[in-house]
């Protein structure tokens, strides 16, 4: 359960003691945007998966009722400021993360934040915002 930073009277509250090493995939990995930036280097040049493994990964699915969703095999796949952006975000107790890459211009916005009060989807759209708001390059 998550705690509050601060009980009623304002005291600060000890926050419950959270084993990271028992969240499997949502836990017990460290990573760093250097890690992170060769993880999509790799993906998008196909060094991890084949290119039909990764068209695959970034195609919108389709539900049982035939109703198409931006979500690919594990993937966020949409439009943002014109452009196709392929991201998907995490978090666990005091961590959020966000990947977001602009396959067109080859961009990747990377945010880590060890602070639950930060949204790290937001900020990522932030700086695209600042990114493709000064440059005008090719929209997908």
């Given at each position: 359960?998550?705690?509050?930073?601060?009980?009623?009277?304002?005291?600060?509250k000890?926050?419950?003691?959270?084993?990271?090493?028992?969240r499997?995939?949502?836990?017990?990995?460290?990573?760093?945007?250097?890690?992170l930036?060769?993880?999509?280097?790799?993906?998008s040049?196909?060094?991890?998966?084949?290119a039909?493994?990764?068209?695959l990964?970034?195609t919108?699915?389709?539900?049982?009722?035939?109703?198409?969703?931006n979500?690919?095999m594990?993937?966020m796949?949409r439009?943002?400021?014109?452009?196709?952006?392929?991201?998907?975000?995490?978090?666990i107790?005091?961590?959020?993360?966000?990947l977001?890459?602009?396959?067109?211009?080859?961009?990747?916005?990377i945010?880590l934040?060890n602070?639950?009060?930060?949204?790290?989807?937001?900020?990522?759209?932030l700086?695209?915002?600042?990114?493709?708001?000064?440059?005008?390059g090719?929209?997908?």
């Amino acid at each position: 359960p998550r705690v509050p930073a601060a009980d009623r009277t304002g005291r600060d509250k000890k926050a419950y003691f959270v084993r990271l090493s028992l969240r499997y995939s949502a836990g017990a990995l460290a990573s760093t945007v250097e890690d992170l930036i060769r993880w999509q280097h790799a993906l998008s040049n196909d060094k991890l998966l084949s290119a039909d493994s990764r068209k695959l990964m970034r195609t919108p699915g389709t539900l049982n009722d035939g109703k198409r969703i931006n979500y690919g095999m594990g993937l966020m796949i949409r439009k943002s400021y014109g452009r196709r952006v392929i991201d998907h975000g995490g978090g666990i107790n005091g961590f959020r993360s966000h990947l977001a890459h602009y396959p067109a211009s080859d961009h990747t916005i990377i945010v880590l934040a060890n602070s639950e009060t930060i949204s790290a989807s937001k900020l990522a759209g932030l700086i695209a915002e600042q990114l493709f708001e000064e440059k005008n390059g090719p929209a997908e």
